[in-house]
Nanobody, 125 residues
Framework: QVQLVESGGGLVQAGASLRLSCAAS????????MGWFRQAPGKEREFVAS????????YYADSVKGRFTISRDNAKNTVFLQMNSLKPEDTAVYSC??????????????????WGQGTQVTISS
């Protein structure tokens, strides 16, 4: 089992940057692909980014492509989400998740097995 704890959220102005971190427990972190999802009030959970086990392959939602970067440090059991040029529409609770799917990516939240509690990101205009 994997426990995930996010940090780094906050309130910033449009155009600013934030870096989210997700620390994982356990020795099997590198066996999971990792993803970030977000959910705004009144909206469905939305895929943001995914990264392969070794970190060499990444996928992004079109809405964040070019602004967000997902990365991982397997030695520290941590996955990151660097968010630049933030917009008010990026406001949401951001959650990291771990998946055991055999391929190197997933954008389907149903394929993720473990979830963090989420961290709030609020962008003011």
């Amino acid at each position: 089992q994997v426990q995930l704890v996010e940090s780094g959220g906050g309130l910033v102005q449009a155009g600013a940057s934030l870096r989210l971190s997700c620390a994982a427990s356990g020795r099997t972190f590198r066996s999971y692909i990792m993803g970030w999802f977000r959910q705004a009030p009144g909206k469905e959970r939305e895929f943001v980014a995914s990264i392969s086990r070794g970190g060499g392959t990444t996928y992004y939602a079109d809405s964040v492509k070019g602004r967000f970067t997902i990365s991982r440090d397997n030695a520290k059991n941590t996955v990151f989400l660097q968010m630049n040029s933030l917009k008010p529409e990026d406001t949401a609770v951001y959650s990291c998740a771990a998946s055991r799917v055999s391929r190197g990516f997933s954008y389907d939240h149903n394929e993720y097995d473990y979830w963090g509690q989420g961290t709030q990101v609020t962008i003011s205009s």
